[in-house]
């Protein structure tokens, strides 16, 4: 018996292992470019395909053949390389291919979900923008959820003809057609074969399979960094104002590479590609995954080869904050882009039965409540209840009254409709401790406020103890002048776990409660049952921070047009400021440490200050094949390094001594092990004149604790506009660890009204 037990479980196991060598999956195929030999690369990627076919079919039975895979996409501008459904006889099969390189299975990413240019400093007529008006050449690409061309942000009166140079197109689709572009919007395309390769295809009743946006987030993101001036904007009078992009000069293309459930890998790929091969300067991606290794990191790929062709690349940091080394889109020549609070917020005041008011936040635009009945439904209501859990709130107990809800499971929004749903009459939404006092504005459909973990704490005591609770939400409206920035907690932070050497994110930018275009027919709260409609919406994350930064570096480009990706980089980065408008530290809601001031693991070299950066006096250069010898300080092999070469016989150096820390960046990250003493390391760094002449830098240090920091030589004079000089850095370490295994300082050259400021990082590992 237990033979034949034995016998069927290997029949088990050997169907199983057929099915799943048969199983098909999308895979993102890298291949060396060297070894092309057919200049049609649709053919001769087929014949790689009927060759892997081939090859597959002699392992496999006739009766379990795996059909033909179909090339979904052809990579060969910013990548090199297909994107195809494989099984996983075929995949092995591709070993046996000259050139192939390395395979990624496709996944689904996620998307990083007015005043802020005045906040920034940037003014009508004056200044940068003034300066950078007459350039409208400057083209920006979003890699996003698609755009509603119809927007007044798009319109394109008194705009000139659209740049000679331009090689896109606006594909036609459902709701989308030619005509929908126009001198502002010059380029829209949309990318479906990756999601619809896994997830099926494109539900055409909640999403438009075109470039139009049924989301709302490509919009605003596009908005945000170079929508056209619309005054008299607001959300329900909120944020009023007039608000545009921050070059709102410059053309927009619109990628859509983003669906109802996310956005596949293999589509953004095609979404880059496309827009390096159209022609433009700026790429923005508010979107990203998981922090892998470089090689293994799809956006890092295809970015490298955009900067190859001189195009700026934004990517936000992601929303998985404040835990350490959550930053994601973190490979060096990637601008990376954490999310602060300006100076700008919605304020509530609530007040208690016994007297106590806590300060919240809420986007809500009604009268204040009345003194109302306050219930917690975690007594009052059945099991999930003080989550407010569908169908968890008992209507008789919480009908006409506030109810109080805990939050960090759904929607803030979400859980506010099912109060309503219930009869309530408010909401008080309690942040969660591991939330903290985090306070993100929302469009609720009731009157109702988000609360910090400390009013949350008080306000679960009072209704516990109180004999008949009560509460008053009232909502204040738009309030400026607060103390600002400051990081916020939801963004990514370092240090950087796909290249420790280098710090990420590299800078901070607005990003909490962003005003910026919206479709009319998606409600603010994006819940079904809200049927109102907006032209401008108030959300909230790093996908609103990214879009900020590039703009930003598209108003450079316009005033520096021979400034590579990584002068622009460099410029944004060193006049980085790091005090609030009161002139302390700035502070981090997510921090924990007494002092609650924020490090360069939460805002990289700082908060961006475009009329600066547009002069920074100094930049970092760098180039793609400094790039290439950081890889190789990485130990990487040389199939992974040629995955990045783009077709150039690169070879790391034999010889040479190479670490990540000599990297031209305008930061420095210093590793050290817990037990060092008098240990020491020293990197190289050369900077590039771009400011007067003669002018002569001092250099001025702030050391780490626990390091001593020397620097040789310690001024550098410069003859000519374009002059590059170097200098080395000596870090030793005289003692051990701190409490976080983390210490901070900064080095910045001084020249007059210049400061070329970067950030240090030590890390004991």
């Known amino acids: ?155 394109d009166s008194g705009m000139s003809q659209v740049p000679s140079r331009w090689k896109g197109t606006c594909e036609e689709g459902t709701r989308f057609s030619f005509s929908n572009c126009n001198k502002k919007l010059i380029g829209a395309r949309a990318f479906v074969q990756g999601y619809e390769a896994i997830v099926g295809r494109v539900n055409e ?112 940091a992601g929303n998985s904050g404040p835990s350490r080394s959550s930053v994601s889109n973190a490979a060096p020549w990637i601008m990376t882009v954490a999310a602060s609070y ?136 738009t309030v400026y002048g607060n103390t600002a920035p400051v990081m916020a907690a939801l963004s990514s932070r370092g240090p950087n776990s796909a290249g420790p050497d280098v710090i990420k994110p590299d800078v901070t930018a607005p990003g909490v409660d962003i005003l910026a275009a919206w479709p009319p027919n998606i409600s603010p709260s994006m819940l079904e049952s809200d049927n109102r409609s907006v032209l401008f919406n108030i959300i909230s994350g790093t996908s609103m921070s990214c879009p900020h930064v590039s703009g930003l570096a598209s108003l450079l480009k316009s005033v520096h047009r021979d400034w590579s990706p990584a002068a622009i980089k460099s410029a944004l980065m060193t006049t980085a400021y790091t005090l609030n408008n009161k002139g302390a530290p700035i502070a981090d809601i997510g921090s924990t440490s007494t002092s609650k001031s924020a490090t360069p693991f939460a805002f990289g070299s700082g908060h961006v200050d475009p009329e600066n950066a547009a002069d920074p006096g100094l930049v970092y250069d760098i180039t793609a094949e400094d790039y290439l010898f950081y890889l190789c300080s990485l130990s990487y ?41 008098n240990m020491s390391v020293t990197y190289k760094r050369t900077v590039k004149n771009v400011g007067k002449i003669p002018s002569t830098y001092a250099v001025q240090v702030k050391e780490p604790t626990g390091v001593s920091v020397t620097v040789e030589p310690r001024s550098l004079g410069f003859k000519k506009m374009g002059e590059k000089l170097s200098y080395k850095v000596s870090f030793v370490a005289l003692g051990g660890p701190t409490l976080t295994n983390s210490s901070f300082g900064t080095l910045t050259w001084v020249s007059g009204k210049y400061r070329v400021g970067s950030p240090i990082a030590v890390t004991w590992l």
Request: glycine share 10%; net charge neutral.
């Open 205 to 316: 009743t909640v999403d438009y399979r075109s470039p139009r946006d049924s989301n709302g987030h490509g919009t605003h993101t596009a908005s945000t960094a170079a929508g056209n001036f619309v005054n008299q904007a607001s959300l329900f009078g909120l944020a009023k104002g007039s608000a545009s992009g921050m070059k709102y000069t410059a053309r927009i293309a619109a990628y859509k590479a983003c669906w109802t459930l996310g956005c596949a890998n293999s589509d953004v790929m095609a979404a880059i590609e496309s827009a390096v091969a159209d022609g433009v300067d700026i790429l923005s991606l508010s979107l990203g995954g998981v922090s892998k290794p470089y090689y293994k990191d799809n956006i890092a790929i295809a970015s490298f080869g955009a900067i190859q062709h001189g195009v700026s690349v934004s990517c936000s």
């Open 1 to 155: 018996m237990i033979i034949i037990r034995t016998f069927l479980f290997f029949l088990v196991i050997m169907a199983t292992t057929k099915i799943a060598l048969m199983e098909e999956q999308t895979y993102i195929i890298h291949m060396d470019k060297t070894k092309i030999t057919d200049s049609d690369h649709q053919q001769y990627y087929q014949a790689v395909i009927d060759s892997i076919t081939k090859l597959s079919s002699q392992e496999e039975e006739e009766e379990n053949k795996t059909p033909t895979p179909q090339l979904l996409y052809i990579y060969e501008t910013a990548i090199s390389g297909f994107a195809a459904k494989l099984s996983t006889n075929q995949l092995k099969s591709l070993n046996q291919v000259d050139g192939f390189l390395f395979a990624t299975p496709d996944e689904l990413l996620s998307l990083h979900t007015t005043h802020t240019p005045q906040f920034l400093g940037l003014q009508n007529g004056k200044g940068l923008w003034s300066a950078s008006n007459s350039a409208s050449d400057v083209i920006v690409g979003l890699v996003d959820t698609g755009i509603w061309p119809e927007h007044v942000s798009f319109q």
């Open 637 to 677: 092999n040389s199939s992974q390094i040629a995955l990045f070469s783009s077709g150039v016989n690169f070879t790391c150096p034999k010889n040479a001594v190479l670490q990540p820390g000599d990297l031209n960046y305008p930061s420095f990250s210093v590793l050290f092990s817990k037990d060092a003493r």
């Open 342 to 477: 300006s100076d700008r917020s919605f304020p509530t005041a609530v007040k208690l039965g016994d007297g106590q008011i806590f300060e919240g936040s809420s986007l809500y635009s009604g009268k204040k409540t009345k003194q109302l009945p306050l219930v917690y439904n975690r007594t009052a209501g059945s099991q999930g209840a003080e989550y407010c859990f569908e169908g968890s709130l008992v209507k008789k107990l919480v009908k006409g009254k506030i109810v109080v809800c805990e939050g960090g499971i759904y929607s803030r929004t979400g859980v506010g409709e099912k109060v309503k749903k219930a009869g309530g009459a408010g909401m008080l939404l309690l942040n969660s401790e591991d939330e903290g006092e985090e306070l993100l504005a929302d469009a609720h459909i009731l009157p109702a406020t988000s609360l910090g973990a400390s009013a949350a704490k008080a306000i679960r005591k009072y209704v516990g103890s109180a004999k008949k609770p009560s509460a008053l939400i009232v909502f204040q409206g």
